[in-house]
């Protein structure tokens, strides 16, 4: 089954706060956070969804007058580890629809599936930030340029709303 994407709503939050719980063992969104993420305007936090429950979600972050865009979180149900892959589609088409060009993120060194994920999706790594996370760990810097060539501007009206 496909997955649909929208923006995720304050109803979400418990899902949210679940899912998030149960896909990492550190470093993770307090609900606090999750609940301003979700009303920010600076903020995206894009719903995957499956026959209504939530099945992922991703958190684009936008600074004014930046065309940078951030991915700052995305996690996926472990029986939905494929969804990831739309899911990062559906965060880059977000970040274009912002008029955002690179989009950029973080993520744990010893993550080899993130990694081989952002790596089959054209991420380049450009750096490191070393004992980025509470427990020490370094994190890789990856990008990627948003071209909004015919593949993005084609796909550019299923942006989240």
Do not use: W
């Amino acid at each position: 089954m496909q997955a649909k994407f929208r923006a995720a709503s304050v109803a979400d939050l418990g899902a949210l706060i679940d899912l998030e719980n149960r896909s990492f063992s550190s470093d993770r969104l307090s609900p606090e956070s999750l609940r301003r993420l979700v009303s920010s305007p600076s903020a995206a936090v894009i719903a995957a969804t499956t026959d209504r429950a939530l099945a992922g979600y991703a958190v684009v972050l936008f600074r004014s007058g930046s065309r940078i865009a951030r991915l700052y979180s995305l996690a996926v149900e472990p029986d939905r580890r494929g969804l990831g892959r739309e899911l990062l589609g559906a965060a880059e088409r977000e970040a274009a629809s912002r008029d955002c060009s690179v989009l950029r993120l973080e993520v744990r060194q010893d993550n080899a599936r993130a990694i081989g994920l952002y790596e089959r999706a054209s991420y380049r790594r450009f750096g490191q930030k070393p004992h980025y996370y509470a427990d020490g760990a370094t994190a890789l810097r990856f990008e990627k340029s948003l071209k909004l060539d015919a593949e993005i501007a084609g796909r550019a009206g299923t942006a989240v709303a």
